[in-house]
């Protein structure tokens, strides 16, 4: 019996086969978990479908999370059709290419607005939603990186919202706590995702961190997964308000995250 066995929990953020989401997704599929999914557009609809149908998911439904009568619509078709929720895992995160390239300074108001919209105050929103089905209380994680609290050359305005991603986190975790919903974040290791591939010299980053990491190599989506799914299941049921590094231990070493 799987620690995930009779719960049912969204995933949001599958772009496709390579997402962070993925792993974890196929790690809550593993352990039992019930599944719905979210798709932003026809052109990400023909990616996801296919993958969530895979997973047996008995809900797919389109989300942008920029829009609050969506959000509120994507939700009550959740309550429609599960009438609650036991988990929410939140893997969403953009910024305008330019803006992951050369120096920080030079980021517009534009950029900066649209990547902390996206990256952090939608977790917020989600959460907002999902605790109201969690009558019984629950489990939130959501996906962050060391670019929050360390200067990562190329991630620029990234950082900052992965930053308030992660202080979200710890608010969040504080005001649902008494209603028994835990919130915590996975910072994750560096891995070759669609969305990563935004980031200029993505390669050699990940070189870099496969080097400096205490295993000596770099971190697996399925890794972050089977971590994740641990998160969302009562086996954690003691730890809310926590950022759980998945990175071989990158981030307690010595070297730097930066680009030689």
């Known amino acids: 019996m799987g620690i995930l066995e009779g719960k049912k929990g969204l995933i949001l953020g599958v772009a496709n086969d390579k997402s962070i989401a993925w792993g974890v997704t196929q790690a809550c599929k593993r352990e039992g978990a019930e599944l719905g999914f979210n798709y932003l557009g026809e052109m990400l609809e023909k990616r996801v479908r296919p993958l969530a149908e895979s997973m047996d998911a008995t809900l797919i439904e389109p989300l942008d999370v920029s829009d609050d009568a969506q959000m509120d619509g994507f939700f009550e078709m959740v309550e429609k059709k599960w009438g609650k929720l036991d988990f929410l895992v939140h893997s969403i ?5 330019d803006a992951l390239k050369g120096n920080f300074r030079d980021t517009s108001r534009a950029d900066f607005q649209l990547a902390l919209d996206i990256s952090a105050y939608s977790f917020i929103a ?6 109201k089905l969690m009558s019984e209380g629950g489990s939130m994680v959501t996906m962050s990186y060391l670019g929050a609290v360390r200067a990562v050359p190329n991630y620029n305005v990234m950082g ?31 891995i070759r995702t669609l969305a990563a591939s935004a980031v200029g010299d993505f390669r050699k980053l990940m070189d870099k961190s496969a080097r400096g990491s205490m295993l000596g190599r770099n971190v697996s989506q ?24 998945v990175d071989n231990g990158f981030h307690v070493g010595a070297g730097d995250p930066g680009i030689e």
Do not use: W
């Open 93 to 97: 995160a953009f910024a305008n290419k």
């Open 126 to 131: 989600c959460a907002q939603r999902a605790s």
């Open 160 to 190: 900052v919202a992965k930053a308030a991603l992660e202080a979200s986190t710890r608010y969040l975790a504080q005001d649902l706590g008494r209603d028994g919903i835990r919130v915590n974040a996975v910072s994750a290791g560096p």
């Open 222 to 245: 399925e890794e972050v997964g089977n971590t994740t799914a641990y998160l969302l299941s009562d086996m954690a049921s003691g730890v809310s308000g926590e950022v759980h590094y």
